[in-house]
T-cell receptor, first 110, second 114 residues
């Protein structure tokens, strides 16, 4: 079956670093995405990994291990505006279907 | 603006009523996706179009759900004989090409079935 697991909620302090983990079991794999979604808004793209390793983009980095079915999103220098849900998503082998996790709600406190 | 737009933003329907949700993708985008998002959950895939061809409709929950994109641009998701469990946010997303890459999401239509 298709399954993506990520923690339901996390809390971190402004200025700190937080790591949001994602494990997946899918019938196929054609890339892993991270999206940010503020309450009541549409998801917005953060990162894309298709090969193993770390992709860095400003304050955000994403890591992928295909053999372990594991990814994480690392957020540095946390800001209050980073309070949002973070969605891990896996693209199916055929390239059309994207399976989303339930999302991790991140609360950034002062 | 050049983003994905959806209308209406909010829709209240009585159980049994038919509804039609519209998506205007980013101009020139080949791929178009529809998702259903329940409160506190991630988006669930409904269907995928490549231009006007519906290549995957495996996520449509029942035959009451129907989607079309007749000219390869605007798409409509139709739900017939709505039921309370259809209440959700319906998201549309588009991407420029067919290969896996970022999807640009619209603001969604929040459907409430009473």
């Amino acid at each position: 079956g298709q399954n993506i697991d990520q923690p339901t909620e996390m809390t971190a302090t402004e200025g700190a670093i937080v790591q949001i983990n994602c494990t997946y079991q899918t019938s196929g794999f054609n890339g892993l995405f991270w999206y940010q979604q503020h309450a009541g808004e549409a998801p917005t793209f953060l990162s894309y990994n298709v090969l193993d390793g770390l992709e860095e983009k400003g304050r955000f980095s994403s890591f992928l291990s295909r053999s372990k079915g594991y990814s994480y999103l690392l957020l540095k220098e946390l800001q209050m505006k980073d309070s949002a849900s973070y969605l891990c998503a896996v693209r199916d082998q055929g390239g059309f279907k994207t399976i989303f996790g339930a999302g991790t709600r991140l609360f950034v406190k002062a | 603006g050049a983003g994905v737009s959806q209308s209406p933003r909010y829709k209240v329907a009585k159980r049994g009523q038919d509804v039609a949700l519209r998506c205007d993708p980013i101009s020139g985008h080949v791929s178009l996706f529809w998702y259903q998002q329940a409160l506190g959950q991630g988006p669930e895939f409904l269907t995928y179009f490549q231009n006007e061809a519906q290549l995957d409709k495996s996520g449509l929950p029942s035959d009451r759900f129907f989607a079309e994109r007749p000219e390869g641009s605007v798409s409509t998701l139709k739900i017939q004989r709505t039921q309370q469990e259809d209440s959700a946010v319906y998201l549309c997303a588009s991407s420029a090409r067919t290969v896996p890459e970022t999807q640009y999401f619209g603001p969604g239509t929040r459907l409430l079935v009473l």
